[in-house]
């Protein structure tokens, strides 16, 4: 998409997650992408008007790219399927394809320079400079909230989903119930890499795919082959000379999985 212009967008119904921009298509069409970028877990497109678009994927939201070589493999033009709610023709022959069955996605408009109502408040990227050990033990010291809910907190780290905080702490032998301040600077310090490494790793392999996730070629990710403890209830711990059994439990509404028995 950048660098080429949007010859073509179709609209194919008023509202997502939150009802889409007025004249959306209008106001897309003809639109030259001059950079494409990423914050916390939203997908921005500066456009030549001076506006940019925002995408969030949600639950079951995913980009389809056809028309063009991606990888290895040429993907054609295919069939349009029911859920195809956004469609962009872009120069030279591509097609983007924003489709969602559950419709918990999001896509806007908002002016370019300015800061998106979604996109307040969000806390450091995990991979930038900001994100830091010193950081990290300020924003954990003296919070009585589990650890878990702190590093989902989109305010204390952006783009930290379920799945990577529960095999991060996993890794670093933390018991996600565990009030967040009652860590030692060592442990919030050491939570640092270990985030960055998941993620590292789970990018490389294409990210998760559990029910709906698909690459923007339509392939399955694959670092769910590769979970520790997400979704391994009641089987044996990966930690060698641990005999626990993964276990699960609710946290504010989200499964945890987790061993009893190396994390403390």
């Known amino acids: 998409m950048e660098g080429r212009a949007i010859l073509a967008a179709a609209v194919n119904r008023p509202d997502l997650r939150w009802p889409l921009p007025e004249r959306m298509a209008d106001r897309l069409t ?3 992408v001059l950079a494409l970028r990423r914050r916390s877990k939203y997908i921005l497109a500066d456009l030549s008007t001076g506006e940019t678009l925002l995408i969030h994927l949600g639950m079951s939201g995913r980009m389809l790219v056809s028309g063009v070589m991606l990888g290895e493999f040429h993907h054609d033009h295919p069939a349009p399927e029911k859920h195809d709610h956004v469609v962009l023709s872009m120069e030279g022959g591509a097609r983007v394809t924003f489709n969602d ?3 918990f996605g999001a896509m806007d408009l908002y002016p370019t320079g300015d800061t998106h109502w979604l996109l307040k408040g969000l806390g450091p990227e995990p991979f930038g400079n900001d994100f830091n050990e010193t950081y990290l033990a300020a924003r954990l010291h003296g919070r009585a909230a589990p650890i ?7 305010r204390v780290v952006a783009g930290l989903g379920n799945i990577y905080v529960c095999e991060v702490l996993f890794r670093a032998g933390i018991d996600p119930r565990r009030a967040a301040g009652s860590l030692t600077a060592p442990q919030a310090a050491a939570l640092v ?3 960055r490494d998941v993620l590292a790793e789970a990018i490389e392999a294409g990210g998760s795919s559990l029910r709906d996730y698909r690459q923007t070629g339509g392939e399955l990710g694959y670092f769910q082959h590769a979970f520790r403890v997400y979704g391994r209830e009641g089987e044996p711990c990966v930690t060698p000379g641990c005999a626990g059994i993964v276990a699960r ?3 504010s509404g989200r499964s945890t999985f987790w061993c009893p028995s190396c994390q403390h």
């Open 249 to 251: 439990i609710v946290q």
């Open 148 to 154: 878990k809910a702190l590093l989902l907190d989109q």
């Open 30 to 32: 003809g639109a030259q």
């Open 193 to 195: 890499p270990l985030i």
């Open 101 to 103: 069955a559950r419709r």
